[in-house]
């Protein structure tokens, strides 16, 4: 028979391990109570993250959707993966399905394909660009659209699509071609007028070699019929009338290219050149009014894409205009220096000097401004359609006043990288 004591015992014992098991559940469920409230703590801040992030991706989406330009976004192989409707619009699309998952390049006009390929490239490479170029829509229509172009980056930094912002800038691209066509017509109606008022001088000047061919012609004759020349002598004089119609012929066909009326022909030309032609035409008349023309030009200039005839208009303007600003002057020296130089950021410069009164400042802000003339009898539109001119060149136009007297016209043309190939 087991003793009471140890009855006893035994009973403490198991009383004490049950308190024990007691003790560690009721220490194991608060643990597991508190890990519940953290989880379902933890829980309810993410689904609120994510509340947050949903509620700012409708937000931006919603923006997107409402943007009143094309926001789309495309792989480095042109495939579209999103666009909004704005940009739906423009391809005249009804459904995103119609063209999400197609080829950019389908829209995109031939003659604009390699350099949008281009620039997609670089975007890959983390550059952002700009550029304009046409594109033909599912229904045939041809628009203009200018696109800015920027990496949209992933979460661990890769370029994952171009995301391009773009607008429509048909509207634009229409004007400006009416300014052209505009700005064309008044510089061609600004040639008869100058051709005009220069067909005195030029008579005169086309009357010398044909006075010189009818003198060596009748000295020929003359020698002929007396028999007191050699035939060395006679072929020489021969030579001398030659010499002479050619000349003739050259101011005619000067001239004929200068009324010339014709689009625009932009190619490689010698800065140079182009002043020289203009100073052959300006010389006669100021050799009239007692000026002299010096030039100064730059050796081994490269060549400029210019359109030679708008450009040497753009000289006559300016030097006429000096001729007859130093026409009213009783005293001092009567110049005009031209000079070429090869200006900063890869531009051609030419620059026309004149020791002329020169004028106001109130009028020296106007000059370039239309219909404003110092002239009696001027139209005021000679400035006017010079700086349209080498604007429409990406030049620049303006005038400063010279530290003595008179006035100095610069204009700057750009090199372009068909004339830096050109070139090369």
Not at 121 to 135: A, D, H, L, T, W
Not at 284 to 295: D, K, T, W
């Amino acid at each position: 028979m087991v003793p009471y004591s140890q009855w006893f015992l035994a009973g403490a014992a198991s009383l004490l391990a049950m308190v024990a098991v007691v003790v560690y559940v009721l220490a194991l469920n608060r643990r597991l109570q508190q890990s519940k409230h953290e989880l379902e703590k933890e829980i309810a801040e993410r689904r609120r993250a994510e509340e947050r992030l949903a509620e700012k991706e409708n937000r931006l989406r919603l923006i997107i959707e409402s943007e009143p330009e094309c926001v789309k976004l495309q792989t480095i192989d042109g495939k579209l993966l999103e666009m909004n409707p704005a940009g739906l619009a423009l391809v005249d699309a009804e459904r995103p399905e119609e063209i999400v998952g197609s080829s950019v390049y389908r829209f995109i006009a031939p003659a604009y394909r390699s350099a949008y390929e281009a620039l997609t490239k670089r975007v890959f490479q983390g550059e952002s660009g700009v550029m304009e170029f046409q594109i033909i829509s599912l229904k045939g229509h041809h628009r203009w659209l200018e696109t800015h172009a920027v990496p949209l980056l992933g979460s661990s930094g890769e370029t994952v699509a171009l995301l391009g912002i773009t607008r429509d800038i048909t509207g634009r691209k229409r004007a400006e071609e009416e300014m052209r066509r505009h700005n064309t017509e008044l510089a061609h109606v600004s040639r008869l007028t100058m051709m005009c008022e220069m067909a005195s001088t030029l008579a005169h000047e086309l009357n010398q070699p044909l006075s010189a061919i009818s003198n060596y012609t009748r000295g020929c004759m003359r020698r002929i019929r007396s028999a007191s020349s050699t035939r060395e002598e006679i072929l020489a004089a021969m030579e001398l009338v030659c010499v002479q119609a050619e000349r003739a012929g050259e101011i005619i066909r000067s001239i004929r290219a200068f009324v010339k009326k014709g689009e625009s022909s932009r190619m490689p030309s010698q800065i140079n050149a182009i002043v020289r032609d203009a100073v052959r035409f300006a010389d006669p008349e100021a050799r009239q009014h007692g000026v002299g023309i010096r030039l100064q030009l730059a050796e081994q200039l490269p060549p400029v894409l210019a359109d030679a005839i708008q450009i040497e208009q753009v000289i006559l303007n300016i030097v006429r205009n000096a001729i007859e600003a130093m026409d009213s002057m009783k005293f001092g020296k009567r110049e005009i220096v031209i000079e070429t130089a090869l200006g900063e950021c890869d531009a051609l410069e030419v620059r026309v000097t004149d020791t002329g009164p020169g004028m106001s400042s109130v009028k020296f802000e106007e000059v370039f401004d239309p219909f404003v003339s110092t002239k009696p009898t001027g139209m005021g539109m000679g400035l006017t359609i010079s700086r349209s001119i080498i604007e429409a060149h990406g030049g620049r136009l303006w005038a400063t006043p010279n530290p003595g007297r008179g006035l100095t016209f610069r204009f700057k043309l750009p090199m372009t990288r068909e004339v830096h190939d050109y070139a090369a």
